[in-house]
């Protein structure tokens, strides 16, 4: 949470785009990656991903152990889930994985310290109120730091990273959604990468 101020949320359909993608995310300035468990060729994703030089790579949307397992298997240095069940908290503890747990108030994160957890996403960050809300659940927790997820945008995450209780901020605009037949403009992804690794926190 304290190498990079973002931390790319990917959505990647198509393995053979992997490692350009991280390589142009990387060599922006941000080496942090999630690649989120919702496509088919995830899993293939996150290894590609980590023969890239300098990437550090989690999975992300991980809902449950036996999806933990996989992330694992695949080389998954860190988990991320939208949500915190006390089975994912336990299995991922258990197996000495970083876990960032989404949290949405404050008996989230109660639970969360229940498990000795002290990291969380806030999730779904704008929708669920915005930096107001995310001021008001972190003041009673001050050992807790987040990282806020889901709305954010270039010009929003300064705001989020002027937080104290905020390490880095995820989201998904760093990579869009490429031009139809045409790969991944790898170019704007890396100047994009720039601008958010410039963000000051
Ligand atoms: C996530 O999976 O963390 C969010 O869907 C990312 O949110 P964004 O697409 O609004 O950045």
């Known amino acids: 949470m304290r190498m990079a101020p973002v931390i790319p949320v990917l959505v990647i359909e198509d393995a053979a785009h992997a490692a350009p993608i991280a390589a142009a995310l990387v060599a922006g300035g941000l ?3 999630e690649v989120t468990l919702r496509t088919a060729a995830a899993l293939d994703v996150i290894r590609e991903m980590k023969r890239v030089p300098g990437a550090i790579v989690g999975a ?14 695949a080389g998954s240095e860190f988990i ?9 908290a336990k299995a991922a503890i ?35 109120g915005g930096i107001a809300a995310l001021k008001a659940i972190a003041a009673p927790f ?9 709305g954010i945008t270039q010009s929003s995450a ?29 170019a704007a992804i890396e100047a994009a990468a720039r601008s958010a690794a410039a963000l000051a926190r």
């Open 158 to 186: 300064a705001n989020w990273l002027a937080l104290d209780a905020v390490l880095c901020c995820g989201g998904s605009w760093l990579v869009g959604a490429g031009k139809d037949g045409a790969g991944p403009d790898l």
């Open 142 to 150: 001050g050992m807790a730091r987040f990282c806020p997820t889901g």
């Open 80 to 88: 991320v889930s939208p949500g915190l069940t006390e089975s994912l």
């Open 31 to 33: 080496p942090v990656l």
């Open 94 to 128: 258990a197996a000495g994985a970083p876990l960032l747990p989404g949290i949405a108030n404050a008996s989230d994160v109660m639970r969360g310290l229940d498990l000795g957890l002290d990291r969380f996403k806030f999730f779904p960050a704008e929708a669920n």
């Open 60 to 73: 992300g949307t991980v809902l449950n152990p036996h999806a933990l397992d996989d992330a694992l298997e």
